[in-house]
């Protein structure tokens, strides 16, 4: 993710001003009459206008909003449930002067219903996030939606994004900024729209205006949509220092913007509040483990006893709430918590540890451009190793220790290492593969079959998680063949509880069968559809893993038959290595073998390769509908 960076020395004075002339209440004969959004037919909704406009006084900046939304069908509807999120810790962040109200317009005449005060109500997230939640009433379609607020907040160094591309398309969107001339701000422009219009262009009334933004709603496979859509960003560079006194005297400019050294040494200051408290964790070790224990064992322990002794409350933060006693009693804390106390008994069990800062999938990409501590929201545990470093995540709910959570691996984690810092790449440390060996026999009763399948890596993980929410015990194949009505006459599943997050399961299937004049087969018995239906994308396509996928059939072809229809072989691929498929069947006296393999080998595509993506999988369906059929002899 690239930004382009325009560094703006706002002259204007410290007075606020009004936001752009807003017609609360007021909806134009245009926005009445409009029934679909023109560049989006399929919109459900469409936020017909944007406003915002950003003031400071008195040490605080003032952000202005208004927005106003027309519901064009009912599926739209779900649009009329807002969430508006703030920082309410230490009262930093606020929202204030909160109004809404819904226009219905019935034989052209307009009706309004406003929200009372009792209709707004605040939901707290966790220790410092909160957010005010509303519903507007009498909502149907063709109603418009409109809403306004301030936000105030005292954290004047990272602004909140104005972001003007959302889920439903938007017509129009503007934010007009002015800052006082004692301040120094960047704005960092992210988005194709933005670039074009305004890259290198002088913004003299620093007014930035979008039209006809189009909307993701429908797109799928992307983890973090703020990493890809439109926005400015705002990022205070330095300040005025003044001398007090009578006369007040102008100094110099104080820079805010840090270097990653000085963050690493600030931050790595605040962690040694945890990680020097070794006295403590003497006594846990002692309970633990043993003395001859291997480094590989004493991690495997340290790891278990930090994920049965302390539950994760699901807050991810990178800085600690309770101290290590705290965490100890209580037994439960947020993820910064959690991995410090990680880090803290492997460096005391005399394993080299560190803690690395990251931002997971979900929480948005980093960019190495400016040191914003903001970007984070995690952190995990890196130990050196022959190779370089192995990373464990004590939040991870996986037996295997190495194998963090797939929204870990965000590209780049910065290290700490005392009080220095350094950039680090953070992989997928281990394959995800999923092989199939399914067994086709026939005899006198009828049909019978094995099914073998081992999985490994986050192919593994996902099965787990399927077979404990569902409690089940069976395979997905069970009509291989038409007309065949298979049972499941028992299944077993191995190593599922050994922590080398792999494991296999064994199915034996079997069918009374009236063998008829031809047999067909069904390779696609799951009835596999293609995930990729949209007719265009705007962002990358984003995985959770790379895999590999192999299946692998045996049939023995029954005694007085030979193959009537049988498949071609063929092969094909994604551009540049990134995926390819394998079908492949072959005949040798009475056995018929199939080899079929599907890989995805990188987890981020870039949204030029959707058709090709599309394509692939539409390929693959055909392929596996065709019929291998079976004939009897005469």
Same mark, same amino acid.
């Given at each position: 993710?690239? @930004?382009?960076?325009?560094?703006?020395?706002?002259?204007?004075?410290?007075?606020?001003?009004?936001?752009?002339?807003?017609?609360?209440?007021?909806?134009?004969?245009?926005?009445?009459?409009?029934?679909?959004?023109?560049?989006?037919?399929?919109?459900?909704?469409?936020?017909?206008?944007?406003?915002?406009?950003?003031?400071?006084?008195?040490?605080?900046?003032?952000?202005?909003?208004?927005?106003?939304?027309?519901?064009?069908?009912?599926?739209?509807?779900?649009?009329?449930?807002?969430?508006?999120?703030?920082?309410?810790?230490?009262?930093?962040?606020?929202?204030? *002067?909160?109004?809404?109200?819904?226009?219905?317009?019935?034989?052209?005449?307009?009706?309004?219903?406003?929200?009372?005060?009792?209709?707004?109500?605040?939901?707290?997230?966790?220790?410092?996030?909160?957010?005010?939640?509303?519903?507007?009433?009498?909502?149907?379609?063709?109603?418009?939606?409109?809403?306004?607020?301030?936000?105030?907040?005292?954290?004047?160094?990272?602004?909140?994004?104005?972001?003007?591309?959302?889920?439903? %398309? !938007?017509?129009?969107?503007?934010?007009?900024?002015?800052?006082?001339?004692?301040?120094?701000?960047?704005?960092?422009?992210?988005?194709?729209?933005?670039?074009?219009?305004?890259?290198?262009?002088?913004?003299? *009334?620093?007014?930035?205006?979008?039209?006809?933004?189009?909307?993701?709603?429908?797109?799928?496979?992307?983890?973090?949509?703020?990493?890809?859509?439109?926005?400015?960003?705002?990022?205070?560079?330095?300040?005025?220092?003044?001398?007090?006194?009578?006369?007040?005297?102008?100094?110099?400019?104080?820079?805010?913007?840090?270097?990653?050294?000085?963050?690493?040494?600030?931050?790595?200051?605040?962690? !040694?509040?945890?990680?020097? $408290?070794?006295?403590?964790?003497?006594?846990?070790?002692?309970?633990?483990?043993?003395?001859?224990?291997?480094?590989?064992?004493?991690?495997? &322990?340290?790891?278990?006893?930090?994920?049965?002794?302390?539950?994760?409350?699901? /807050?991810?933060?990178?800085?600690?709430?309770?101290?290590?006693?705290?965490?100890?009693?209580? =037994?439960?804390?947020?993820?910064?918590?959690?991995?410090?106390?990680?880090?803290?008994?492997?460096?005391?069990?005399?394993?080299?540890?560190?803690?690395?800062?990251?931002?997971?999938?979900?929480?948005?990409?980093?960019?190495?451009?400016?040191?914003?501590?903001?970007?984070?929201?995690?952190?995990?545990?890196?130990?050196? /190793?022959?190779?370089?470093?192995?990373?464990?995540?004590?939040?991870?709910?996986?037996?295997?220790?190495?194998?963090? %959570?797939?929204?870990?691996?965000?590209?780049?984690?910065?290290?700490?290492?005392?009080?220095?810092?350094?950039?680090? *790449?953070?992989?997928?440390?281990?394959? #995800?593969?999923?092989? =199939?060996?399914?067994?086709?026999?026939?005899?006198? #009763?009828?049909?019978?079959?094995?099914?073998?399948?081992?999985?490994?890596?986050?192919?593994?993980?996902? $099965?787990?998680?399927?077979?404990?929410?569902?409690?089940?015990?069976? #395979?997905?194949?069970?009509?291989?063949?038409?007309?065949?009505?298979?049972?499941?006459?028992?299944?077993?599943?191995?190593?599922?509880?050994?922590?080398? @997050? #792999?494991?296999?399961?064994?199915?034996?299937?079997?069918?009374?069968?009236?063998?008829?004049?031809?047999?067909?087969?069904?390779?696609?018995?799951?009835?596999?559809?293609?995930?990729? &239906?949209?007719?265009?994308?705007?962002?990358?396509?984003?995985? *959770?893993?790379?895999?590999?996928?192999?299946? =692998?059939?045996?049939?023995?072809?029954?005694?007085?038959?030979? %193959?009537?229809?049988?498949?071609?072989? $063929?092969?094909?691929?994604?551009?540049?290595?990134?995926? &390819?498929?394998?079908?492949?069947?072959?005949?040798?006296?009475?056995?018929?073998? +199939?080899? +079929?393999?599907?890989?995805?080998?990188?987890?981020?595509?870039?949204?030029?390769?959707?058709?090709?993506?599309?394509?692939?999988?539409?390929?693959?369906?055909?392929?596996?509908?065709?019929?291998?059929?079976?004939?009897?002899?005469?």
């Amino acid at each position: 993710m690239r @930004s382009i960076v325009l560094t703006i020395c706002f002259s204007f004075s410290l007075l606020s001003f009004s936001q752009v002339p807003i017609k609360w209440g007021k909806p134009s004969g245009k926005e009445i009459d409009l029934k679909i959004c023109s560049f989006d037919s399929t919109a459900k909704a469409v936020i017909l206008s944007e406003n915002g406009s950003i003031d400071f006084s008195a040490g605080n900046a003032y952000i202005h909003i208004y927005k106003k939304i027309k519901i064009l069908n009912q599926q739209g509807i779900q649009f009329a449930n807002i969430e508006i999120p703030y920082y309410y810790k230490n009262n930093l962040e606020t929202i204030v *002067d909160i109004e809404a109200q819904t226009i219905n317009i019935e034989n052209g005449v307009i009706s309004k219903t406003e929200l009372k005060k009792s209709d707004f109500y605040t939901k707290i997230d966790n220790s410092r996030w909160s957010e005010i939640r509303f519903t507007f009433p009498s909502v149907k379609e063709g109603s418009i939606l409109e809403y306004k607020y301030t936000f105030i907040t005292q954290r004047i160094t990272f602004l909140d994004s104005w972001i003007f591309q959302h889920q439903m %398309p !938007t017509i129009y969107s503007e934010i007009k900024v002015r800052f006082p001339s004692t301040l120094k701000y960047s704005i960092l422009i992210f988005g194709d729209m933005l670039k074009s219009k305004y890259n290198g262009k002088e913004n003299i *009334d620093n007014l930035w205006v979008l039209n006809n933004i189009p909307g993701y709603e429908n797109e799928k496979n992307v983890f973090c949509y703020e990493d890809y859509v439109e926005k400015l960003r705002f990022q205070l560079q330095s300040y005025e220092v003044w001398e007090t006194g009578a006369y007040a005297k102008h100094i110099y400019n104080k820079d805010v913007l840090i270097s990653w050294d000085k963050l690493a040494e600030d931050i790595s200051e605040e962690y !040694t509040k945890y990680l020097n $408290r070794t006295g403590k964790v003497k006594e846990v070790l002692d309970t633990i483990m043993n003395v001859s224990d291997s480094k590989e064992v004493k991690i495997q &322990k340290i790891y278990k006893f930090v994920k049965s002794y302390v539950a994760w409350n699901k /807050d991810y933060y990178i800085f600690s709430e309770k101290s290590l006693i705290e965490l100890l009693n209580s =037994r439960h804390g947020n993820s910064a918590e959690i991995n410090l106390l990680t880090c803290l008994l492997l460096n005391e069990a005399g394993i080299n540890a560190y803690p690395v800062l990251i931002s997971t999938k979900s929480h948005g990409k980093i960019t190495k451009d400016y040191p914003l501590l903001e970007q984070f929201n995690h952190i995990i545990v890196a130990i050196e /190793d022959d190779n370089g470093y192995k990373y464990i995540d004590g939040i991870s709910s996986d037996k295997n220790c190495y194998l963090i %959570p797939y929204q870990d691996c965000n590209y780049y984690g910065f290290l700490l290492d005392k009080k220095n810092g350094k950039w680090i *790449d953070v992989k997928y440390q281990t394959d #995800s593969k999923e092989n =199939r060996s399914i067994t086709c026999k026939f005899d006198s #009763s009828g049909v019978h079959l094995e099914i073998l399948n081992k999985y490994s890596g986050y192919c593994a993980t996902n $099965r787990q998680n399927i077979l404990n929410e569902q409690n089940v015990r069976q #395979s997905e194949t069970t009509n291989l063949i038409s007309n065949a009505f298979f049972k499941k006459d028992s299944s077993s599943i191995k190593d599922q509880n050994i922590g080398n @997050s #792999s494991f296999s399961e064994c199915f034996y299937y079997s069918s009374k069968f009236q063998f008829p004049d031809k047999i067909y087969f069904n390779l696609n018995s799951n009835d596999f559809g293609n995930p990729y &239906k949209e007719r265009d994308r705007l962002f990358p396509i984003e995985l *959770d893993f790379p895999f590999s996928k192999q299946i =692998r059939y045996s049939i023995i072809i029954p005694k007085g038959y030979t %193959p009537e229809i049988l498949p071609k072989n $063929r092969a094909f691929s994604l551009p540049n290595k990134a995926g &390819k498929f394998i079908y492949n069947i072959t005949v040798m006296g009475n056995q018929m073998s +199939i080899f +079929i393999e599907q890989d995805i080998n990188i987890s981020i595509m870039p949204k030029e390769y959707y058709d090709y993506l599309k394509e692939f999988y539409n390929q693959i369906i055909l392929k596996m509908n065709e019929p291998i059929v079976l004939e009897k002899k005469l």
